[in-house]
């Protein structure tokens, strides 16, 4: 075992990685290290193909979606019954993975995991798009529809595509209810959307009356791919608790605390709960079975997709404006010196997107960017029961001269009553609350902070870090009630130095 995992993970048998913000902040780096270092078993218990990250090795770089990084490392991989699964994507990251020589016999998908068929892509996707005002901005692989279906307990998991007049009567009683549903939508929206690439360019398009689906067209295809995917499918939960104690299991979390159904800034929020809660409940165990909690937090910057609340945002609603309507093309071509001491701050908030590569792995949106929100860091650690964290992404801001770090809130809005609690202008607020009718109304209440010159790539050490940014650190543990074991100041795995064990 390398030293990093020795010195952090002494006596620990199940590790959870989290994220303590809004997704896509290195997480993938630290799963891909403890996969390859310390794990038994990987398992992922939340999300679906709307999580997604690039992995490397060698020449080999494919952005997954579905699979657990342990793949690549020759270890057991489970996707969990918490986790949404799309079928065809399964497939082709396998086949990915076939053609860098890796094997697919070590994963295994839960027979409970729930199914997302065309009508949960088409009802996601015709939803925002006919509900322009209150899109959410998903990520349109179906997850709202099909986290509802399940709890509507009306929805179809994997071990039905193992038997065909099973998955065929629970697919006619799921679809009579979606064509209900959506034939209260524009019909030519309907259509279009059915034609997307990721429906088959129309394949389960059924033209000519109302029905809109065809029914064969998705049992053929969907049979198919059970009969493809049936050596994998297997009770996980079962397997898990079996190893529980004895193996190494690494969960991996999808999205952040700040994007749980449960805990998150609702209903700008995923469909599926990302604290480690719903993480273990998801592999089919118990938060208490989890002996370490790691929540990855990035700095001295956030980022979101999608739509929401964002009090750091740099450059406001401005950025949000533009990331909406924006790619990153043509951000580059629209901003191509965006500068890290910018007088303006929305143009500095591109920059740090643009040296950051703060574009979606999944959808390739921009990411709104903003200053480091304590507030919500100590709400999300809150929840996270933890306060173990591992800070991401800090050379993105090597040559900055000065960057802000929200301290606090101040709500500036009408009295809002909230259970016990009355909101009233003035209130300072150090934890966020995370109702939206609270949150448009906070301004964030900042501490400036000297940049640092870098580059910081090459530190191993904290006393290798330049002083501004340690002092600045100090300052987030502090203020923040967080414990840094581990800070990473580039994408490699050797780019990593360690600070001090969890407490
Ligand atoms: P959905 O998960 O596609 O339903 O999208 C709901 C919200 O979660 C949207 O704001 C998405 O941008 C956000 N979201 C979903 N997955 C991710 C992710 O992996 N990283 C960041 N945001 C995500």
């Known amino acids: 075992m390398n030293t990093i995992s020795s010195r ?15 997704g896509d902040t290195g997480k993938g780096k630290f799963v891909d290290y403890f996969a390859a270092e310390w794990a038994d078993i990987v398992a992922r218990g939340t999300g679906g193909a709307n999580a997604g990250h690039t992995i490397r090795v060698g020449d080999f770089s494919y952005a997954f979606h579905l699979v657990p990084s342990g793949m690549l490392h020759d270890k ?28 697919p016999d070590k994963l295994r998908i839960s027979l409970n995991a729930h199914l997302v068929l065309p009508q ?9 798009a006919g509900n322009k005002d209150g899109a959410i901005g998903t990520t349109g692989r179906g997850m709202g529809p099909v986290f509802a279906d399940h709890v509507a307990r009306v929805g179809l998991v994997m071990n039905d595509l193992l038997n065909p007049d099973i998955f065929l ?31 088959g360019d129309g394949m389960f398009y059924y033209p000519g009356d109302s029905n809109i689906f065809d029914v064969d067209a998705i049992a053929e295809r969907y049979l198919a791919y059970g009969k493809m995917l049936r050596p994998f499918v297997a009770d996980t939960d079962a397997i898990l608790r079996e190893a529980l104690g004895k193996k190494r299991i690494l969960l991996e979390g999808a999205q952040g605390n700040l994007l749980s159904v449960d805990y998150g800034t609702y209903p700008y929020v995923t469909s599926s709960d ?21 929540a ?89 029961g933890s306060s173990n964290i591992i800070l991401t992404k800090l050379d993105v801001m090597d040559g900055m001269e000065m960057f802000k770090v929200c301290a606090a809130y101040e709500y500036r809005g009408p009295d809002y009553i909230r259970g016990d609690r009355t909101f009233r202008t003035g209130d300072r607020l150090e934890v966020a609350v995370p109702d939206l009718e609270v949150m448009k109304h906070c301004v964030p209440r900042y501490v400036e902070f000297s940049g640092w010159k870098g580059p910081i790539r090459r530190a191993r050490t904290l006393d290798e870090l330049p002083r501004d940014l340690r002092g600045a650190i100090t300052y987030l543990e502090a203020w923040a009630g967080v414990n840094v074991t581990l800070i990473s100041v580039g994408p490699d795995r050797e780019e990593t130095i360690f600070v001090r064990p969890p407490r």
């Open 296 to 384: 990855i937090v990035k700095a001295f910057y956030m980022t979101r997709v999608g739509e929401g609340p964002f009090p750091t945002e740099l450059g406001g609603e401005a950025s949000a404006r533009g990331c909406r309507n924006s790619t990153r093309a043509l951000e580059a071509e629209r901003y191509p010196n965006a500068s890290l001491n910018d007088p303006n701050e929305l143009v500095r908030g591109v920059a740090i997107r643009q040296v950051g590569q703060e574009y979606g792995a999944t959808t390739g949106r921009p990411r709104r960017t903003g200053w480091l929100d304590l507030p919500l860091l100590r709400y999300s650690c809150a929840v996270t």
């Open 76 to 103: 057991l991989n489970i996707i969990g019954s918490g986790v949404a699964v799309e079928p065809g994507t399964v497939l082709e990251e396998l086949a990915a993975l076939e053609q860098a020589k890796v094997s």
């Open 8 to 22: 952090l993970l002494n006596g620990v048998k199940t590790l959870g990685i989290v994220c303590n913000q809004w």
């Open 169 to 199: 009567r629970k697919l006619r009683q799921n679809l009579e209810e979606k064509v209900r549903i959506l034939r209260t939508y524009d019909p030519e929206i309907v259509r279009q959307v059915m034609h997307q690439k990721i429906l």
């Open 120 to 128: 949960h892509v088409v009802l996601d996707r015709v939803r925002e």
């Open 274 to 294: 990302c604290s480690i809660q719903g993480l273990a409940k998801g592999v089919g165990i118990r938060e208490r079975d989890v002996d370490l909690v790691l």
